[in-house]
């Protein structure tokens, strides 16, 4: 989500994957996906700026830059199997 904010000085946030279209004459509208119409103070550069920097926020804790040390391993090797399997020596 990105914050945006009304000309009332009202702050609200936007989903980044809602944002269909940015016109900025005057004033800045942001034009939903829904056909809702929003007019914000931010200019279309910095809402753009917004969108990439929650993107790739959003990008950089799926690819694990953020994770838990608990969820992480140091070595392959410590990754033990728990039932290991034992040849079957009854194959007759």
């Known amino acids: 989500m990105i914050r945006l904010t009304r000309l009332d000085g009202d702050v ?3 989903s980044p994957d809602l ?7 005057t004033d800045t509208h942001v034009v939903l996906s829904n056909g809702r119409r929003y007019l914000v103070i931010e200019k279309t550069d910095a809402i753009v700026a917004r969108i990439i920097t929650f993107k790739s926020s959003v990008m950089k804790r799926a690819l694990g830059g953020h994770g838990r040390k608990y969820l992480r391993r140091k070595t392959e090797g ?9 040849p079957d020596h ?3």
Do not use: G, M
């Open 78 to 86: 410590s990754y033990l199997p728990r039932c290991p399997l034992k």
């Open 12 to 14: 609200f946030f936007v």
């Open 19 to 25: 944002i269909e279209a940015t016109e900025e004459t």
């Open 90 to 92: 009854n194959t007759d």
